[in-house]
């Protein structure tokens, strides 16, 4: 049997200094050894940051937090960089008070250890080459972890050696990603002039899904779970590439597609149904419940095979978290992003367009920053959607998207509607609120001068605001679609009736044609603009205070 075990030994208080690393083996060596740190490293950091504050922001471009092997400096520099996020500055005495009034003075080790940090004043020149000792102990005992997991994976019986050396490599790169920043090892880099990168560069943008989806290039598109139907537009948007038809009024480039869905092939199968896909030859689809414990590289390789042995170039992944797989705190880290991106990113260089859902957090937030889990997965992306319901009451089968994206052409606010054909463009919130106060006011307006209705009683019922249908009621009134009777004064509200009812009111004039009908309606309306009834060509009325009709 083999096992580690990291042991603290408290001393001076409860502060501790020091810690072994026990290994001990079946043959019945045991060795021991010291878990890596250096306290005096790490209280070199501190006592410089408190003698000369522009050190912090040496030392931060190294470590962070938990890096410190000791909680205590852990507390402490965690505090500092709050303190310094916020302007002000560090001192023992201003730092005391900051832990003092969060809670976490005796947590940190009390005043008296804050007094101690500056005992041996060290060279704050050297606070990079303290601060590297802090990052470099701090790895070695995340590989000394990495190897007691790698043990007990090893001697578990249930393990795939193939899996487990996938899951190893993961655990390595994203190490390795942590220590380095995110950046590979150095190699030969390709810097280019301007010139020479456009002449690698394609000439034109091949579009496949304008202006959402290009050749090589990754969208996520992000919504409340269950209520925004991230699903049935991505299948809209699917079968519309499927076939080559416009979608949202733009055309699309006909490909196969390859589509990863968490759902099982039961309810999967409705939602086929709905977009009228079921059966259709050109999409391949991969159930997340059929590949459960397969890496997640494993499976984007193998949909990158599929996609091109097919001869697909769009990639939908539904939903990116649960083929990730990430969990707990790893969904949230940034290096676990990247590394989760890695493949997809392979995926795009291979000239296929990528497409990833992801969930909304619960309290949603800015696009860009409402996806569930870790900012890396949106800053990673060409093209970012959010897919959400109208706000105030709607219609259950609109939803807003909004947009932002490194090509031109992406709205960044467009309403669509749910229809048996599919998703429509119906333009941004103002002109879908402008177009039902439209068809609200023309359905309750009357056709009679008679019968003429306050803007009150036209929009009685109705969901429609008053803003909003006061601009209306200008427009359908200079469009001659309205007309209005009154003085706008108090008392003698401005009434509203429909114009273009009016010529079914004219009696068929007998033994006429259709031309000399015609004219006779024009002449009658025309002799009502003459009267005033119409709004173009109504004298406007002096506007008494506090008349809302009055404007307009």
């Known amino acids: ?70 909680k205590e400096h852990g507390k402490i520099f965690a505090r ?62 995340n590989l000394a972890r990495f190897g007691d997991r790698l043990v007990h994976w090893s001697f578990d019986p249930r393990q795939d050696p193939r899996d487990l050396l996938n899951r190893a490599d993961r655990e390595l790169q994203i190490l390795s990603c942590h220590y380095r920043g995110g950046q590979g090892p150095e190699t030969n880099w390709p810097f280019r002039t301007d010139a020479e990168a456009a002449a690698k560069a394609p000439k034109e943008i091949s579009w496949i899904a304008r202006p959402w989806v290009t050749a090589g290039s990754m969208v996520e598109l992000s919504g409340k779970p269950k209520v925004s139907g991230k699903t049935t537009w991505l299948l809209s948007l699917v079968s519309a590439v499927l076939d080559g038809r416009p979608f949202l009024g733009q055309p699309t480039e006909r490909s196969p597609v390859i589509f990863l869905t968490e759902e099982q092939p039961e309810t999967f199968r409705a939602a086929l149904e709905r977009a009228g896909l079921l059966g259709h030859p050109e999409l391949v689809m991969l159930h997340h419940n059929e590949i459960l414990g397969r890496p997640w590289e494993s499976v984007a390789h193998a949909a990158l095979d599929e996609c091109q042995r097919r001869g697909a170039r769009v990639l939908v992944v539904d939903t990116l978290g649960v ?78 998207i909004h947009g932002i994206s490194r090509f031109a052409g992406v709205p960044a606010e467009l309403v669509v509607e749910l229809t048996p054909e599919g998703y429509l463009a119906r333009g941004s919130r103002a002109d879908v609120a402008a177009q039902e106060a439209t068809k609200a006011i023309l359905a309750a307006a009357p056709v009679s001068q008679e019968d003429a209705l306050d803007l009150d009683s036209l929009l009685q019922g109705t969901p429609v605001i008053r803003a909003t249908a006061r601009r209306v009621v200008k427009g359908l009134l200079g469009a001659g679609k309205l007309a209005r009777t009154g003085s706008g004064k108090k008392g003698d509200a401005f009434r509203y009736f429909i114009v273009e009812k009016l010529s079914g009111l004219c009696p068929s004039l007998d033994g006429q044609d259709g031309q000399k009908e015609t004219e006779t309606v024009r002449a009658g309306l025309e002799a009502g603009r003459r009267a005033g009834f119409w709004g173009d060509r109504v004298k406007k009325p002096e506007k008494p205070d506090g008349s809302e009709e009055a404007e307009l």
Not at 84 to 105: H, I, K, P, S
């Open 1 to 70: 049997m083999c096992w580690l075990r990291a042991r603290c030994r408290p001393k001076n208080g409860g502060t501790a200094v020091g810690a072994d690393l026990r290994v001990a083996f079946d043959a019945g060596q045991t060795l021991e050894r010291k878990v890596p740190h250096n306290l005096e490293a790490e209280r070199s950091v501190l006592c410089a940051i408190l003698l000369d504050n522009d050190a912090f922001h040496v030392a931060v471009r190294f470590i962070e937090s938990k890096h410190f092997f000791l």
């Open 323 to 400: 083929f990730v797989g990430l969990e707990g705190d790893a969904e949230n880290n940034s290096g676990d992003a990247l590394l989760a991106m890695r493949p997809l990113r392979e995926i795009a260089g291979a000239g296929i367009g990528v497409i990833v859902s992801r969930h909304e957090r619960k309290s949603g937030g800015a696009l860009g920053d409402s996806g569930r889990g870790s900012s890396a997965y949106a800053g990673l992306m060409d093209t970012l959607l959010a897919l959400r319901r109208p706000e105030r009451n709607s219609r259950a089968n609109l939803r807003v």
């Open 80 to 141: 500092m960089a709050r303190m310094f996020g916020e302007r002000q500055a560090v001192d023992l005495v201003t730092l005391n008070e900051e832990l003092e009034r969060a809670g976490e003075l005796e947590a940190a080790g009390g005043s008296a250890y804050l007094s101690a940090l500056v005992d041996g004043v060290p060279r704050i020149s050297h606070v990079e080459h303290y601060a590297r000792i802090v990052q470099d102990k701090a790895v070695l005992r």
